[in-house]
């Protein structure tokens, strides 16, 4: 394995050489890799204006090279992945990275025949089944563009993806295995693919065995294609900066943009970044529970992981099937020793009788991780105690979909460690907090904006197709930094504590949701004339989804009428995104609190939704004061 920071005096070390010479420091980072050939510049391209980032330019490499075949010699026997079945009576599956190294050169050889070519994307909308893992890695092979589709998103969302990208190829399933139920999936491709003429194959993979329509000349099944294909499949040579997948997500405006990340930068932030936070040795068993369709999954289940040479498990099921043991069950399993998981799940679990998680030895764990949102203090101290037995280190890992891997976070057992605080920045990192105006807030113990001062190997390199949406999303803001989005304050000690979203993005369970998708989704029904969404504190997902929505012949009375128009509303948002972007709370309204201009006074819905009723600020510049009364008295 590479070198890694081993002492709290190498952490300062390295911190400081990173941020004093920068290119020095990641050339010795990036040197033991497999390159074809070595970059020319180190960093290029700049924040302000162009918001146009490079690393490594001039390299040239195939990522699973380096995932794969450099391990060959070394680890060809030792286990790559750990499929766990949704059900335990099923076996479970492993496969060395020798034999990793097969099926992924099998599957390229599949895509190639199948006309995939180097720079075309590649929709994934497969279940977390190891085909998934095995097909995000042949497109990185072939150079395809994969972008995974999280399977529980809805036939629009996926067509929407499609189209966005201008994909020709779609990789999917018959159906899915969710706790006690199976839920088809290729059907909801089908009814995708209805708005997508420019897709001309999808290769389906046979997981539940059930019955599927197969469109002639455009469908085939995986299990045919593979037949008599050969298990060796040679790399395609990419350059530093050509784009490796495309991610949807969402951000504060419009439609979810697909943050694309590229070769060089994104391999050596995601390997350097595993290893140092979860302090990796070669006999870990590594399980991240993140589905591969979302940031996570793909950083952390399968390629930091990979790169890295280390045991990845890989989860089908949920944690509450068949019981709410099933994670402790499955750790004592595969003695898994670092586990990597988000504080929803965590909150749910803690909500089951304690005997759950006391019945499990849970003696392998070394290391507990957590990501996505913030975790409360509550959460952190029952994963300490009751999953850690108190000797574990919890790593609280601050990053986002658009920086590729981890930013602040403990490195386990080496940097502090305190409930609710990420931490300091890892090594390339330079936070900073800033006033609305833009100026950086000196010292600790503050709260602002919080924003990247300078490049890491891992940044955003453009939205897909729309390079200015990219840069006036994340470089224009403030000038000469990325700006997160977030929120945070710097303790007295100097550790970032994440405080939350200050735009109009809400974070569900981990997911992240604009409230003007959400609203464009609840619109679409036939009842609705107009909706404001915002999100509220609740107990389990962190946030929920709060939406007031004016109906079509105002205030329906009976309480049929109201049913209805929330089962539309439902119905709505299911079609257009997903069941993981359900409102919790429905508010039918007659009106909105709005400006004499016309805007939103979202403020004030928020507070609503908290329940913090009794002060909401000044109401007298609204069109209408007497909707907050309204609006107040109606409160879910
Ligand atoms: C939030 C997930 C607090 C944050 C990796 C960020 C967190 C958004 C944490 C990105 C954490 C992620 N503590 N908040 N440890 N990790 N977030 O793109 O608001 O799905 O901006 O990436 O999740 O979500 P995304």
Redesign the pocket.
Known sequence: MHPRIRTIEEYHAAYQQSVEDPDGFWAAVAEPFTWRRKWDTVRSGEFSPAGNSKWFDGARLNITENCLDRHLAQRGNKLALIFEPNDPKVRHLRLTYRELHQQVCQFANVLRNNGVQKGDRVIIYLPMIPQLAVAVLACARVGAVHSVVFAGFSATAIADRTNDADARFVLTADGLNRGAKQIPVKSVVDEALESCPGVRRVIVVEHLGWPVTMREGRDVWYHDEVKDVALTCPAEEMAAEDPLFILY?SGSTGKPKGVVHSQAGYMVWADYTFRNVFQVEENDVYWCTADIG???GHSYLLYGPLLAGATSLQFEGVPTFPSPGRFWEVIDKHHVTIFYTAPTAIRSLMATPIDNVLSYSLTSLRVLG??????NEEAWHWYHQHVGKGRCPIV???????TGGIMI?ALAGITPSVPAR?GLPLPGVQPVLLNQDGTEIEGNDQEGYLAIKASWPGVIRTTWGDHERARQTYFQPYPGYYF???GARRDENGLYR?I??VDD?I?VS???FGTAEIENAINQSDYVVESAVVGYPHDVKGQGIYAYVICQNGLPTSDLEIQRAEASIIEAVVAEIGKIAKPDKIQLVSGLPKTRSGKIMRRILRKVAEGETSNLGDVTTLLDPLVVEEIVAGRK
């Open positions: 997500t979302w940031v996570t957590s990501v996505g949102e913030p975790i609280d890992t601050w990053w986002q979909t658009e976070s990420a997160t989005g977030d994440i939350g979203r993005v974070n981990g997911h992240r």
